[in-house]
């Protein structure tokens, strides 16, 4: 019975590790785990976790691609990006729609931003003058 439990409580344990929510990400307390900078700005936030139920945050989109291509020893299971529109509320990249332009000004010069659906995508595209771009071409525009 006791190897029962402990049984139960190392399978709970193990269970909780991979986690495939986003954690808010705390402002301007926060610090950027590419650029080391304080995360100051909800619009341009990222946050990446590991297979193994690590949580990474950024400051830009372009910290966490870069962190990402530069650590390929590490497999990811999850990129979360910000919604332009709503402060700090992270999105599956994956699920997200993004715009390029250099009229955004992101904290590393990214000059993106995702939203939740392709109509604030396309309108915040023609209010920026900006370039339509999905996951995979935002991930692949870094070396």
Known sequence: MKNLA??????????SCGSKE??????????????????ANGKFGAEL????????????????VQFAKSNTVVPYQSFFV?????????IPAETAFFIKS??????MRGNMAAFTTVALQSEYA???NAQLLSWSEVYNSYK
């Not at 986003?22 to 995360?39: Q, R």
């Not at 297979?51 to 830009?60: S, V």
């Not at 250099?102 to 904290?107: A, E, F, L, V, Y």
């Open 22 to 39: 986003a954690k808010p990400l705390t402002i301007n307390t926060d610090a950027c785990d590419f650029c080391k900078m304080t995360i």
């Open 6 to 15: 402990l049984a139960c409580i190392a399978f709970l344990f193990l269970a």
């Open 49 to 64: 976790i590991t297979q193994k139920g690590r949580y990474y945050k950024f400051d830009d989109l372009g910290c966490m």
């Open 102 to 107: 250099d009229q955004i000004n992101s904290p």
């Open 126 to 128: 023609k209010k920026f």
């Open 82 to 90: 910000n919604d332009y529109t709503k402060d700090n509320t992270l």
